[in-house]
């Protein structure tokens, strides 16, 4: 089992900055990325970004690309999400989440441990 706890949500003007975190534990060693979705008031949640656990190496969804950064601390177990230039589509339950499967990370189904969400706001 993989224990998820986001925190760093809240409310921004468009144009501003968050950064959320994730904190694992459990069994993290077996992890091989964490990824970071989002949903939205009436929507499906969609897939943010996700990092693979060595290497280090990243995926964005298209809309995020180059606004937000996912980083990671190996030492603290724990998963970031610089998010910059922040607009109102971006509101949002942001969502972590962790897998141990090695292909199509980018989808929803693939991941097995979800933190409880945290929610970002952006006002215009």
């Known amino acids: 089992q993989v224990q998820l706890v986001e925190s760093g949500g809240g409310l921004v003007q468009a144009g501003g900055s968050l950064r959320l975190s994730c904190a694992a534990s459990?069994?993290?060693?077996?992890?091989?990325?964490m990824g970071w979705f989002r949903q939205a008031p009436g929507k499906e949640r969609e897939f943010v970004g996700t990092?693979?656990?060595?290497?280090?190496?990243?995926d964005y969804a298209d809309s995020v690309k180059g606004r937000l950064t996912i980083s990671r601390d190996n030492a603290k177990n724990t998963v970031y999400l610089q998010m910059n230039s922040l607009k109102p589509e971006d509101t949002a339950v942001y969502y972590c989440?962790?897998?141990?499967?090695?292909?199509?990370?980018?989808?929803?189904?693939?991941?097995?441990?979800w933190g409880q969400g945290t929610q970002v706001t952006v006002s215009s």
């Open positions: 459990g069994r993290t060693f077996s992890m091989y990325a």
């Open positions: 990092i693979r656990w060595s290497g280090g190496t990243t």
């Open positions: 989440a962790a897998t141990m499967r090695r292909i199509a990370i980018t989808t929803v189904n693939q991941y097995d441990y």
